[in-house]
């Protein structure tokens, strides 16, 4: 498992003192109030660069945060597209049978009689449940609902998932 997560992507400045308008990449935003640092880049491992979180407020569905040292418009603005990143030890812990989107990416999916699917690489959130994005070489991408009466197993070691498909979700009568 990856040891950083992105909570957020900053896309634009808010005010002339420095605020940075996120949007957050959880499911509960309200996580940020919790956050006391936090990791700011491009992409996790480079170039990363922590700041201390001086405050968290929200507006419409974005937050809007202050970090020490970015005083003013123009250094926000170099900001602008970079990722809010936490170490996983300040992660919210999950409920059990839940998984961080990161984490599931290039699982390797497996039907109950052992047969690969293919590799999960995308996760869509619908709004009552999530469905897997699962690249297949022969079937091209299979979307499966991200339900317990669907996925059989997790397991991280081994990176696979078992799956049970309902029927009619691949079309095997060719």
Same mark, same amino acid.
């Given at each position: ?61 974005? %937050? ?6 970015? &005083?003013? #418009?123009?250094? +926000?603005? *170099?900001?602008?597209?970079?990722? $809010? ?47 897997? %994005? ?6 091209? &991408?299979? #979307?499966?609902? +991200?339900? *317990?009466?669907?996925?059989?197993? $997790? ?20």
């Amino acid at each position: 498992m990856i040891q950083y997560i992105k909570v957020g992507k900053i896309v634009n400045t808010h005010g002339v003192a420095g605020e940075l308008k996120i949007m957050p990449l959880t499911d509960d935003p309200k996580r940020y109030n919790k956050l006391k640092s936090v990791y700011i880049s491009l992409k996790i491992g480079e170039g990363m660069k922590k700041y201390d979180v001086m405050g968290v407020r929200y507006h419409k569905n974005f %937050v809007i945060m202050k970090v020490k040292d970015i &005083d003013d #418009l123009n250094a +926000a603005e *170099k900001l602008k597209e970079h990722f $809010v990143i936490v170490d996983r030890k300040d992660a919210v812990k999950l409920p059990k049978d839940t998984f961080f989107i990161c984490d599931l990416i290039g699982m390797n999916v497996y039907d109950e009689e052992g047969k690969s699917l293919g590799v999960l690489t995308d996760v869509l959130k619908t709004g009552s449940n999530d469905v897997y %994005v699962v690249k297949s070489d022969s079937l091209g &991408d299979i #979307l499966i609902p +991200a339900l *317990k009466t669907v996925v059989k197993k $997790v397991c991280f070691e081994e990176n696979k998932m078992v799956v049970n498909l309902p029927q009619g979700l691949i079309d095997d009568e060719i």
